[in-house]
């Protein structure tokens, strides 16, 4: 499960330690950036972070400040993120590639860190932060730094979906698992490129079937435990035919089906590995990924793998008592 942690500058004594306090917490928390605070002896700022698959999320809220982030931070620390701001509260400037970027209650943004920017909160603020691993952003679609750094509306379409999936994911996360975990990290990013690709892709024929094979890859991963997950609910989902969605899959070198397979093979493989799910049996990981066959998966799993479900978990089994002390 993730468990939020929260910083807050209430617990600290004087203006210049709650100051202190906060250029610490960004600049561990949020990747080498420089804070400015205005002197002003009721500064209050508390992050509520932790993270949700890959992804780390953070609620800021606090008074007006600034952050930049220069070259030689940069140079000091680049993980290649990309940090997507939500306004929740309040209004900040955002500046990168030469852009000045007004954001307000119900917009959001997407910079690169990277490369050089500011952002100025010129009103008390609340904010929702999330750095995002760059590759799971970057389309084909469309030039990722023509999308960066411009305003997008939190309020209406896909923007909508993925903020609301953020901001429910703080209430929701602490109770769940891993996998349920990087389930939402996944459909966070996938909704967050589709919004950038609304407003900034190029549409033809080309990104139209790039976009519904996006799509359709989303709805595999949310569903991939369903054992009624198929061509034909595909289509009932996505109200096209089934020729079309296999246009979308031509030229990716699989089908549909092979990719579903591939999909549950590798996550039945993963929990097979999981020691915390040692006294789990082969034919429940196998059903929980959506195979309704032990025979079936013991099958496919010698094909993909060359080893069977219980000869691959008796050699980790092994490969572990063999380093014990």
Request: proline letters at 4%; one cysteine or more.
């Amino acid at each position: 499960m993730t468990n939020w942690s929260r910083i807050t500058t209430d617990d600290t004594g004087p203006p210049g330690e709650r100051m202190a306090l906060w250029a610490d917490s960004l600049w561990n928390l949020l990747g080498r950036l420089r804070s400015n605070t205005v002197a002003d002896p009721s500064f209050r700022g508390s992050l509520v972070h932790g993270d949700v698959g890959s992804l780390r999320m953070c609620w800021l809220s606090a008074s007006r400040h600034q952050v930049e982030r220069t070259p030689d931070l940069i140079r000091q620390d680049d993980r290649g993120f990309l940090k997507v701001l939500v306004q929740i509260e309040g209004q900040a400037w955002l500046e990168q590639f030469g852009r000045r970027t007004l954001l307000s209650a119900g917009d959001w943004s997407i910079y690169d860190t990277a490369r050089p920017y500011t952002v100025a909160n010129t009103t008390e603020v609340e904010q929702l932060l999330l750095l995002v691993p760059r590759e799971k952003i970057q389309s084909r679609q469309f030039v990722l730094e023509d999308a960066l750094a411009r305003p997008y509306s939190a309020r209406t379409g896909v923007g909508r979906l993925a903020c609301n999936l953020m901001r429910s994911a703080f209430d929701e996360i602490p109770a769940c698992g891993p996998e349920v975990s990087e389930g939402v990290a996944d459909s966070i990013t996938q909704l967050l490129r589709n919004a950038m690709l609304a407003q900034c892709g190029r549409p033809n024929e080309v990104s139209a079937r790039a976009h519904l094979r996006d799509q359709i890859q989303a709805y595999i991963e949310a569903h991939l435990g369903d054992p009624d997950l198929s061509i034909d609910r595909l289509a009932a989902a996505f109200h096209c035919s089934k020729r079309n969605l296999h246009k979308a899959f031509s030229g990716e070198g699989s089908t549909i089906s092979s990719d579903i397979l591939r999909q549950r093979l590798e996550r039945c493989r993963r929990d097979l590995a999981d020691p915390r799910r040692a006294d789990q049996s082969i034919t429940d990981v196998a059903f929980s990924w959506g195979f309704n066959s032990a025979t079936h998966f013991s099958r496919a799993s010698k094909e993909a793998y060359q080893l069977s479900p219980q000869a691959y978990r008796q050699s980790l089994r092994g490969a572990r008592a063999a380093t014990q002390p």
